[in-house]
């Protein structure tokens, strides 16, 4: 925090008060606290230089103190209010039309999501928690529905943060995952039946034509083991 300090503040002169005036002390004269604070703003120069590339140190090689640098590289990255207000604009759309896409994972959801609003609040603009929240359930597919539902009845959606919600929304997705996995395993399985039931009726009609059996046909035993697979 002290280091900090001169930085958004800008760097502690040492002064002192004579006949109501406040006037600069002369070097000489500064005591340890007023060294102390003095290299804060060197210490917090140091640091800032230290950080950056080549290219962008010549923008703010000129600055003698670290407010003005950290004022030069604001301006820099971010622009002028004018064009900071512009980003926040864009940022501000692409947050209100935000939408989850089509066969699209919850993690790759949650990283354009956050992606967003981490922008939005390094240019100031702090979207609060519930209004997150809210959003995301807003903007989930009609096939997330019974789960957005479910969510909204049983959560407290001003306590629940961003974070617990893509982590339930998540569970339920692994959860959809392991039953398509299973279903997928069934229908295999049902296709083997088939195949060996098939072949047992062709074997048996063509060795005993008068036997009187019936063989069902394919779509019949598909119709059974789909009957089966959902009654499982």
């Known amino acids: ?11 502690f002169q040492p002064q002192v008060v004579s006949n109501g005036v406040a006037q600069y002390k002369p070097k000489a004269n500064w005591n340890d606290d007023d060294k102390k604070n003095v290299q804060y703003n060197l210490k917090a120069r140091n640091i800032l ?12 090689s000129h600055c003698k103190t670290s407010k003005d640098m950290w004022d030069a590289l604001e301006i820099l990255h971010e622009g002028t209010d ?14 209100e039309l935000f939408c989850m896409e089509d066969g699209e994972t919850i993690s790759s959801m949650q990283m354009r999501f956050t992606h967003i609003v981490n922008k939005l609040q ?61 279903e997928e ?5 049902g296709n083997k039946v088939i195949k060996a039931t098939s072949s ?20 019949e035993m598909r119709l059974f083991v789909r009957c089966f697979n959902r009654y499982i």
């Open 49 to 60: 230089i230290f950080s950056l590339g080549v290219n962008v140190y010549h923008y703010v």
């Open 122 to 182: 390094n240019l100031g603009k702090t979207i609060s928690n519930q209004d997150c929240t809210n959003k995301i359930l807003r903007c989930m597919t009609k096939e997330w529905q019974p789960k957005v539902t479910a969510i909204k009845e049983a959560q407290n959606l001003n306590a629940l943060s961003m974070i617990t919600l893509f982590g339930k929304l998540k569970e339920h997705e692994h959860e959809i995952l392991q039953l398509k996995s299973s």
């Open 200 to 219: 047992k009726a062709s074997l048996s009609i063509n060795g005993d034509s008068d036997s009187g059996y019936d063989s069902p046909s394919e779509k």
């Open 185 to 189: 395993e069934l229908e295999k399985k």
């Open 82 to 95: 004018d064009v900071k207000q512009s980003k926040i604009n864009t940022l501000v759309q692409q947050y």
């Open 1 to 11: 925090m002290d280091l900090w300090d001169p930085v958004a503040n800008g760097r």
